[in-house]
């Protein structure tokens, strides 16, 4: 329903698009996509929107940079382990 309020085909498609780089260019790729929507679905919170807009419209809000930001120092922590193991 958001793609097509959007006027786009496929929401997914600039993840896909950069992680198909990411394979062909050798260079790793933190994917939050799938991950934030599994913890928003089971948290039954927003990671977009603010008190004076609607939720889950327009940037991240504090919830949603606070996630990606653990996330993102988990991925990291596991790369740099792997690149000490190697």
Known sequence: AR???????????????????????GFPVI???????EIAHQDRVFFHGFQNTQPATGHWNDIGHATAGKLIAQELAKLLKNKHVQ
């Open 31 to 37: 994917d939050l996509l799938e991950p934030m929507q």
């Open 3 to 25: 793609a097509r309020s959007l006027g786009v085909a496929d929401l997914k498609e600039p993840q896909r698009r950069i992680i198909a780089s990411a394979q062909r260019y």
